[in-house]
């Protein structure tokens, strides 16, 4: 017999990045399926305003201030969530910082920041949660990537090498861990519709744009909401025991278009 109950009903879970987008989608959908969320981002009173609509609904929801790019701040949310609903059972690590720079371009100190935030933080907030995991023999390591992994980005060198280094690190904590009972999983989505971005000047946006056509790498004009890429974290982190989802890619579909391909023998 297991020491611990292996499919608790009550699963406490950390969502970090929830002030916003992605995260705050995250957390909404995880409050509506009855599991404590504890939401972590600098920006706290945004994250009090979605564990607010959590609560709203009936689900319980924490906000905690979190500066990944501070040390005693990781330690003392990861302390914190605990202390607020419990041994956490899943860990989505979505927060990220993007600027558009090039490699040249960057100054030091603001890619030691992305890097930080993108994957220094990460290691430090997941270090500090997924030890119990393992001990309790079972849990979930969501980390939310980027589809740069695959395919390179021009202007945007530190988020790159950040988030190539957060899945390098996955993949290895994925080996780790594998047959402990805790599952970790890589969701890396495509162009996304959130606040990332918003602060770009236009001309540093078109700029960035015609970088990115000129090595092909903008298709189409589909994004991807925030609630969609929320929908494959939450599908990851609750797929029935037995089943490891290790890497989900979500990308935007492209519009219809007024002329699509003909079928073979159309």
Known sequence: MPRFDPHPERRPAVVTGASSGIGAAVALRLGALGHPVVLGARRVDRCEEVAGKVRAEGGEAVALPLDLTDGASVDDFTAAAEAEHGPIEVVVS??????????????????????????????????????????????DVVFVTSDVVRVPRPRMAAYVTSKAGLEAMA??????????????????????????????????????????????????????????????????????????????????????????????GG
Not at 102 to 117: G, I, M, S, W, Y
Not at 120 to 126: I, S
């Open 94 to 139: 979505n927060a990220g910082d993007v600027l558009p720079q090039t490699t040249l371009a960057t100054p030091p100190e603001d890619f030691t920041r992305q890097v930080q935030v993108n994957l220094l933080g990460a290691q430090r907030l997941v270090a500090g949660l997924a030890p119990a995991m393992v001990a309790r023999g079972r849990g």
């Open 171 to 264: 993949r290895v904590l994925q080996m780790e861990l594998e047959g402990s009972g805790v599952r970790v999983g890589i969701v890396r989505p495509g162009p996304s519709s959130t606040e990332q971005g918003t602060t770009w000047t236009e001309e540093v946006v078109v700029e960035t744009v015609d970088e990115w056509t000129r090595w092909g790498l903008l298709r189409h004009g589909g994004y991807l909401r925030p609630d969609d890429v929320a929908g494959a974290v939450v599908a990851m982190a609750t797929t029935p025991r037995g089943t490891h989802l290790t890497l989900v890619e979500v990308e935007p579909e492209a519009p219809p278009t007024p002329h699509p391909p003909v079928a073979p």
